[in-house]
């Protein structure tokens, strides 16, 4: 098996992997969308999706109960509504930008998955961890920024192509928002970068970095960034927030005063690629903030994982550090979401208020102040 | 493989600025001027230097494209009428025709005597990250700041011209 793909063309092998990389993200965007449906419901207090009941599915003895109200036929019969209900084009849209808009959302929500490490394996040969990664460079997180900054066009075209007012405002808040809050973003990586490269020739932007950095022996080695520089850590969790389009920064959609923004011209299926695209973007941007802040596939705060599975099989190490980078990843989604379900959104102005007069002079004096503080620390 | 993703974006960048220019929709004309920065940014990774491809992506195609677009929108630009030349388009035309005809002498008589050097002994300025940075802090810091500066000023240009004061308390 393993010298079968061994065998093929290297980018044959790319393919195949960047596929299975796409094939689980999906699905956790899907599964997104049901937990999403169960968390708000959990947070006001109501069962939520509870009812629906496939044929055959349904009447399994104990997993189909436990299914139905966990609520996945929902989500099933959501995705094949979505699929076969007819396709709707307004009469009014430009027709090209209206179609492209879906497909900018997801193909940068997907394509940055390529840099970010999803977990890490023990390799015998050479003692060493090595990342599970498509493909480790060294420019990792500016690839990651950059890639994610080309989503904005989505918003931006689905605003401009729907051709009526509530979604070009729409439109016209998104490009708005995404430029001001990458700013303080990129700013709040800053100093990570600072304390991860030693002086000397050589410097690296690799994710995968940041987290060796985050698992080396003694206190200040062990120590999850989160604690070393919790400003920083806060700064991009906000950005990210907004970045992501999230309540309570979700402007471009704000459906109380936009009916749907950007997306109120769009229906089935068209309609749903935004959402992955969204819970994608979500997906890899907690993926981001794991591996920058909380140690990426580091079971605990100086407990890294390579002594752990230094003696087992590589496919279960491999497996226990996706797991744990996983499960970090989870529940920082679990964050979004109930931030989502318990703060009330921004008005318009408070957003832009935020991000350029707090959110910016913060970072800026946040990466004034660590580097001061390393270059200080490298001296002594 | 690399020539042929050469030619590719080559081709692309080239075409795209072409629909930069003829396209009469401005936002036309912003998004093909973006598809050309991604073929710059493509040219850039066939050059091994992948700092440049991914910030001419992170800054130009990410935030200055997506600025240009909004101001197109919030303004409404339409097409419109063009007006016929008028004397700055002359002078501008006239000055351009020149420098092509320089340009196109130069190509002409330095046709094929371009030196090419080995691989190996151009310094990779762009390549290495820390080298990148260690440039721009030493060899070209004067460049930087006056360019910096002139930013500055254009935006502060910008931010006079644009407002409307009246009187001295707007000032303040």
Known sequence: ?380 | MADILFHLFAFLTIGSSVAVVYNHNAVNSALAFLVGLVGVSGLFVLLDSFLLAVLMVLVYAGAVVALFLFIIMLLDMQGGERPPFSKPTAVAGLIGAALLTVCTMTLIRNFGGLETAEMGAIVPVGANLKHYADQLFTTYLLPVQVVGFLLLIAMLGVIVLSKKFEGMEDVK
């Not at chain 1, 998955?113 to 060493?128: H, K, L, Q, R, S």
């Not at chain 1, 920083?232 to 920064?249: G, I, M």
């Not at chain 1, 079971?299 to 996983?326: D, H, N, R």
């Open chain 1, 1 to 380: 098996m393993i010298e079968l793909y061994l065998n093929l063309p290297v980018w044959v092998q790319a393919s195949l992997k960047g596929l299975i990389a796409i094939g689980l993200i999906i699905p956790i965007a899907g599964a997104c969308s049901l937990a999403e449906r169960k968390i708000s419901a959990w947070i006001q207090g109501r069962p939520g999706p509870n009812r629906a009941r496939a044929w055959g599915l349904g009447y399994i003895p104990v997993l189909g109960p436990i299914l139905q109200r966990l609520g996945v036929f929902h989500l099933m019969a959501d995705g094949a509504k979505f699929v076969f209900k007819e396709d709707v084009v307004p009469g009014h849209v430009n027709k090209f930008y209206y179609y492209l808009a879906p497909l900018v959302a997801l193909v940068p929500s997907l394509c940055t998955i390529v840099v970010v490490p999803f977990g890490a394996y023990f390799d015998a040969a050479t003692e060493t961890l090595k990342p599970l990664i498509l493909a480790d460079v060294d420019v990792g997180i500016l690839a990651v920024f950059a890639i994610g900054s080309l989503s904005v066009y989505s918003l931006i075209l689905a605003g401009w192509a729907s051709n009526s007012k509530y979604p070009f405002l729409g439109g016209v808040r998104a490009s708005a928002q995404l430029i001001s809050y990458e700013l303080s973003r990129t700013l709040s990586v800053i100093p990570v970068f600072l304390w991860v490269n030693a002086p000397g020739p050589e410097a690296t932007l690799s994710l995968f970095a940041v987290v060796e950095s985050q698992s080396q022996p003694g206190f200040w080695g062990g120590m999850w960034f989160v604690f070393l520089m919790p400003l920083c850590a806060f700064v991009f969790l906000v950005a990210l927030f907004a970045e992501t389009n999230r309540q309570p920064f979700d402007m471009p959609e704000s459906e109380a005063d936009l009916v749907g923004g950007f997306h109120t011209e769009y229906g089935e299926f068209k309609w749903s690629i935004f959402f992955v695209a969204e819970y994608a973007h979500m997906t890899i941007g907690s993926g981001v903030f794991v591996l920058l802040f909380l140690g990426g596939w580091n079971p605990l705060p100086w407990v890294p994982l390579e002594p752990l599975i230094a003696g087992l099989p590589v496919w279960l190490g491999g497996l226990i550090g996706a797991s744990v980078f996983l499960g970090k990843t989870f529940f920082f989604i679990f964050l979004f979401m109930w931030v989502r379900w318990t703060l009330p959104r921004f008005r318009y102005d408070q957003v832009m208020k935020l991000g350029w007069q707090k959110l910016l002079p913060i970072a800026i004096a946040n990466v004034i102040f660590y580097a001061l503080a390393i270059a200080l620390i490298e001296r002594a």
